[in-house]
């Protein structure tokens, strides 16, 4: 079996990305050789057409997958950090393969609509607060929650539109970048820029860190309507015909791990318990030795396995994925990604024609077939970028 390349996990504008749009997204994937793609937007499928448009007409395949934060009260009272590193129980989760045409309808998808309101209503809070700080050092900041709906997103409103519409006013107030300097100082009270005013990606970031994170003068605390209880995520994985799926944060620079990741075998139990039994890795965050440490050890023990590069930032980085640091991935590394993508569109297609895919009623994985899936996804995909 030809092994092709896959990045499972790619944010787009229908949440927040470095892409402009979903047809760059897919041309550079094109351009780099990667056959794989998947979207992954929070709280979002709005951008599935669009992406199976974009992505089938440069003969790409497309993954059509979700992602939300959800919180285990299970964990959080035990102060646990899970792939969270700053917040005890809170757990990013991501649904892989959901049918498309869309199928979530009734409680389900009034869920995901809710959450995601919530989700958009802090940040239009802390916009607000945002215009508070403007006015108070007598300009305007020019942008408002209709505004940067309207100019910068898809329909979801995140922190990262807002620190753009604040870097996009600096820039249109004061052309000057000593001025926009100055004008920073002021905003962040007393506390210098450290990035070069032209690297828009880390002045965003900067603008985050000071302004719109806890501590912050704009910080807005998200309402515990903002976070679904991780088993209600999984019903709507489920409900929208996707597998549910826990990405590792894995090793930091440092070596470290969260509290929930540094015991692998025991994170791989807790998360069957759960009732996940598929895993991905965000592969510039980690050593290349644990990246091969952990997905070997989550495949042998019947995890499906996947590997992306979010792109959930500014920063434009290569699409063809690699370890931290630029290390090439192994051909083990990229094998195990590739029999996941495979499990992952055989699944979305039998879930779109109405069949059971690779999970059972009850969200579980037949195993027994779990080589018949990859043979199946195998052709699918093969057909699809011939």
Request: glycine share 8%.
């Amino acid at each position: 079996m030809e092994v092709v390349d896959v990045n499972a996990h790619l944010h787009t504008p229908y949440s927040f990305s470095a892409f402009d749009s979903i047809p760059q997204a897919a041309q550079m994937a094109a351009e780099q050789g990667v056959k794989v793609v998947g979207i992954n937007d929070f709280y979002s499928m709005d951008g599935y057409a669009e992406w199976d448009r974009e992505t089938r007409a440069r003969k790409l395949y497309p993954l059509f997958n979700i992602e939300f934060i959800s919180l285990n009260s299970e964990d959080q009272a035990a102060g646990v950090r899970v792939n969270d590193p700053n917040n005890p129980g809170r757990t990013y989760i991501s649904g892989k393969g959901l049918a498309f045409p869309v199928k979530l309808s009734g409680e389900p998808a009034a869920q995901l609509a809710a959450v995601k309101k919530e989700s958009n209503l802090q940040v239009a809070a802390m916009c607000e607060k945002v215009t508070g700080l403007f006015k108070a050092l007598e300009t305007e900041f020019g942008w408002d929650e209709a505004s940067i709906r309207e100019k910068l997103t898809k329909g979801s409103l995140r922190e990262r539109h807002l620190a753009k519409a604040i870097r996009l006013a600096v820039a249109r107030l004061y052309p000057d970048a000593e001025a926009q300097k100055a004008f920073y100082e002021k905003l962040f009270g007393g506390k210098a820029l450290k990035s070069d005013i032209a690297a828009d990606a880390k002045v965003e970031n900067e603008i985050r860190g000071n302004l719109l994170k806890a501590g912050g003068a704009a910080f807005v605390p998200e309402t515990p309507e903002a976070f679904l209880p991780m088993a209600t995520v999984r019903s709507i994985i489920l409900a929208a015909g996707g597998i549910p799926t826990y990405p590792f944060l894995a090793d930091d620079a440092k070596g470290g791990f969260t509290d929930f990741e540094g015991d692998l075998e025991k994170a791989a139990a807790t998360l069957k318990a759960r009732g996940f039994y598929s895993a991905e890795f965000i592969t510039t965050r980690n050593s290349v030795e644990v990246l091969e440490k952990y997905c070997n050890y989550l495949w042998d023990n019947g995890f499906v396995v996947t590997l992306g590069s979010e792109h959930n930032t500014p920063a434009m980085e290569p699409i063809k994925l690699a370890a931290r640091g630029g290390v090439d991935l192994t051909p083990r590394l990229k094998q195990l990604n590739y029999w996941g993508a495979c499990i992952t569109a055989a699944h979305q297609k039998l879930e779109a024609d109405g069949f059971e895919g690779y999970l059972d009623a009850e969200g579980c994985p037949n195993l027994k077939y779990r080589d018949k899936f990859i043979l199946m996804g195998d052709r699918i995909i093969k057909e699809a970028i011939k």
